[in-house]
């Protein structure tokens, strides 16, 4: 069977519903992080009233992955962690970060305090777990530039939680696609810079560490998969590696950004991306 690469505009859901059983070498994705930003879209994820609706958005969607993953497959699952509102029902703008401020957010759910560490990351990788997921390792993505926090009473977040899991015992893994110093195998924690990208918003996937993903669990012309393209990294990435790719992309202004992007790689746009949807 050839798929050929492709950037789908609509819900994850939805579209993965619509892919080949078993079509996929390997996964790379990092959905919006919860309570974080509104995007002012039909059927977003990430504004749930409660961490655990979240949580539970999300698993359906992976579930959808799980199916069309291959036997050997991964799933690179970056996934951030958030605060409780603290009774606020908005966030004011960031003097360095403007863009991050919201008209509304969650009340504090249920069981939790103000201004409290939700834990987002690991629920969500005990409820994949749970639905079947090989929980296979936990990797740190520190941040040596990380972005300062107006906060005095607790300290400033520089990493987030990269998971990876698999559908079987067994996976392809190639340990020297990405050697450390002396050629040691890959350590779980990971020094990248974040790296802006002039197009979208602030939360974009340094191709660093997509790179390191995709090589490791993945061969040239495989096919890689992200659910929640946004600005389109993946994608570039995966070009850039002889794979091949599909994009998900709920917001059309995003898909746009997706599309601009793998088409600077070089050649037309449609030598690489097939319109689906």
């Not at 863009?99 to 201004?115: D, E, F, H, N, V």
């Not at 107006?150 to 520089?158: A, C, E, F, H, I």
């Not at 994608?235 to 088409?263: H, K, T, W």
Request: hydrophobic share 40%; aromatic share 10%; charged share 25%.
């Amino acid at each position: 069977m050839v798929i050929r690469s492709s950037v789908v505009t609509g819900d994850a859901l939805d579209i993965l519903a619509g892919l080949p059983q078993e079509s996929i070498r390997t996964v790379v994705t990092s959905p919006p992080y919860w309570s974080l930003r509104d995007y002012a879209i039909l059927s977003q994820i990430g504004m749930e009233d409660d961490p655990d609706e979240y949580v539970a958005s999300l698993v359906r969607v992976f579930d959808e992955v799980w199916r069309v993953l291959r036997k050997d497959g991964s799933l690179w699952l970056n996934i951030g962690d958030s605060y409780t509102s603290g009774g606020r029902t908005w966030r004011a703008p960031d003097k360095k970060n403007p863009i991050r401020a919201m008209s509304i957010r969650p009340p504090t759910p249920k069981g939790l305090k103000p201004k409290e560490l939700v834990g987002i990351p690991w629920r969500l990788a005990f409820a994949l777990q749970a639905s079947g997921w090989y929980l296979r390792s936990d990797v740190i993505w520190r941040k040596p530039n990380a972005m300062p926090e107006s906060v005095k009473d607790r300290p400033t977040r520089s990493h987030e939680y990269l998971f990876l899991l698999t559908k079987s015992e067994r996976c392809y893994y190639d340990r020297t696609a990405v050697p450390e110093v002396n050629g040691r195998n890959l350590r779980t924690v990971w020094d990248i810079n974040t790296q802006p990208f002039s197009e979208a918003h602030f939360a974009t996937f340094p191709p660093e560490l997509v790179a390191r993903c995709i090589k490791t669990t993945s061969e040239p012309g495989d096919v890689v998969l992200d659910p929640f393209l946004g600005s389109g990294t993946v994608a570039a990435v995966a070009i850039q590696n002889q794979r091949a790719f599909i994009g998900i992309e709920l917001n059309p202004e995003y898909v746009d950004i997706a599309r601009r992007r793998i088409s600077q790689l070089g050649g037309r746009l449609d030598q690489w991306v097939e319109e689906v949807g």
